[in-house]
T-cell receptor, first 115, second 114 residues
Framework: TQLLEQSPQFLSIQEGENLTVYCNSSSVFSSLQWYRQEPGEGPVLLVTVVTGGEVKKLKRLTFQFGDARKDSSLHITAAQPGDTGLYLCAGLTAYSGAGSYQLTFGKGTKLSVIP | NAGVTQTPKFQVLKTGQSMTLQCAQD?????MSWYRQDPGMGLRLIHYSVGAGITDQGEVPNGYNVSRSTTEDFPLRLLSAAPSQTSVYFCASSYSVAEATEAFFGQGTRLTVV
């Protein structure tokens, strides 16, 4: 099993602050996805990064894929209460069982943005 | 748009009982999967399917059974429920088995085994 370590596990910050969430592995992934999950709901995709060194921006969110495709980060600028939720990274690898791919999820970072 | 629909949303079972968690998608997706989510453990893959008639095991398959007779439906069966299977279960589907495709998740089934 390929492991994805996310840090920090919990993060509580004031509105307007910046933050970074990290997702690290010793394994190489063909691509990496970030999802956001709200209580009582399923995860929803935020972004997919494919190329080593790739940087993608989604409004106040900046995602980076490491050069070696083993790690990724999510940076939020000027956090808002609406950013509160569980952030999950997921690495995509080929899975030989049925000639398919498999998504391996990190344990998540629970973010609380206090007004 | 319905997307991925899971039923039931909540369920309480007694140890030893069996039940089926239903999952249906209306997006004509090839790839469907079942995850369980436990506090501090993230999402762990139980079983997945790359198309009708094809299924395979994920990371934590023991105690669960799946079948895929149609593209739309991917039910998860608990054969003999145990307290360790208390969890939130998510079904997901993707357009293809190629890389970099978005996984669409259902709203989850919260299962308690007493």
């Amino acid at each position: 099993t390929q492991l994805l370590e996310q840090s920090p596990q919990f993060l509580s910050i004031q509105e307007g602050e910046n933050l970074t969430v990290y997702c690290n592995s010793s394994s190489v992934f063909s691509s990496l996805q970030w999802y956001r999950q709200e209580p009582g709901e399923g995860p929803v995709l935020l972004v997919t990064v494919v190329t080593g060194g790739e940087v993608k921006k989604l409004k106040r969110l900046t995602f980076q894929f490491g050069d070696a495709r083993k790690d990724s980060s999510l940076h939020i600028t000027a956090a808002q209460p609406g950013d509160t939720g569980l952030y999950l990274c997921a690495g995509l690898t080929a899975y030989s069982g049925a000639g398919s791919y498999q998504l391996t999820f990190g344990k998540g970072t629970k973010l609380s943005v206090i007004p | 748009n319905a997307g991925v629909t899971q039923t039931p949303k909540f369920q309480v079972l007694k140890t030893g009982q069996s039940m089926t968690l239903q999952c249906a998608q209306d997006m004509n997706h090839e790839y469907m999967s079942w995850y369980r989510q436990d506090p501090g453990m993230g999402l762990r893959l139980i079983h997945y399917s790359v198309g009708a008639g094809i299924t395979d095991q994920g990371e934590v398959p023991n105690g669960y059974n799946v079948s895929r007779s149609t593209t739309e439906d991917f039910p998860l069966r608990l054969l003999s429920a145990a307290p360790s299977q208390t969890s939130v279960y998510f079904c997901a589907s993707s357009y293809s088995v190629a890389e970099a495709t978005e996984a669409f998740f259902g709203q989850g089934t919260r299962l308690t085994v007493v």
